[in-house]
C-alpha cells in the first residue's frame, strides 16, 4: 500500500484533520454560492413571446411574434434574444 512507502509504514496522525481543510471546503462553498447566483443575474429574460397557431388544419402552422414593451432596445443591443412560446389555436374545431 501507499502508506507503507511512508516513514515507520504507519498512516500519520493528523492527515485526516478536518480544521486543516476547512479553509478548501469554504472555498469550494463560496465558489458554488457564486455560480449559482451569477447564473440568476445574468440569465436572459425573455424579450416577447412567440406565439404558434395550428388551428387551421388546411394551412400551415401560423407563427406570431409579439414583442413586450421595451423589447425592440433589446433585439438591436444583442445578437441573440429569448422568446417565451406559447401554443395557442384561436379556431375551434366543432
Given at each position: 500500500m501507499i502508506f507503507e512507502k511512508l516513514p515507520?509504514?504507519?498512516?500519520p496522525e493528523?492527515?485526516?484533520r478536518k480544521e486543516e481543510h476547512m479553509p478548501l471546503i469554504w472555498l469550494l462553498v463560496g465558489i458554488l454560492i457564486g455560480l449559482?447566483?451569477?447564473r440568476f443575474i445574468f440569465k436572459d429574460k425573455p424579450i416577447g413571446s412567440l406565439r404558434v397557431d395550428q388551428?387551421?388544419?388546411?394551412?400551415?402552422?401560423?407563427l406570431f411574434l409579439e414583442?413586450?414593451?421595451?423589447?425592440?432596445?433589446?433585439?438591436?443591443?444583442?445578437?441573440?434574444?429569448?422568446?417565451?412560446?406559447?401554443?395557442e389555436d384561436y379556431i375551434s374545431h366543432k
Open positions: 515507520g509504514g504507519k498512516i493528523n492527515i485526516f449559482l447566483v451569477s388551428s387551421d388544419p388546411d394551412s400551415g402552422t401560423y414583442i413586450d414593451r421595451g423589447g425592440m432596445d433589446d433585439i438591436y443591443k444583442k445578437q441573440t434574444v429569448r422568446l417565451r412560446v406559447k401554443i
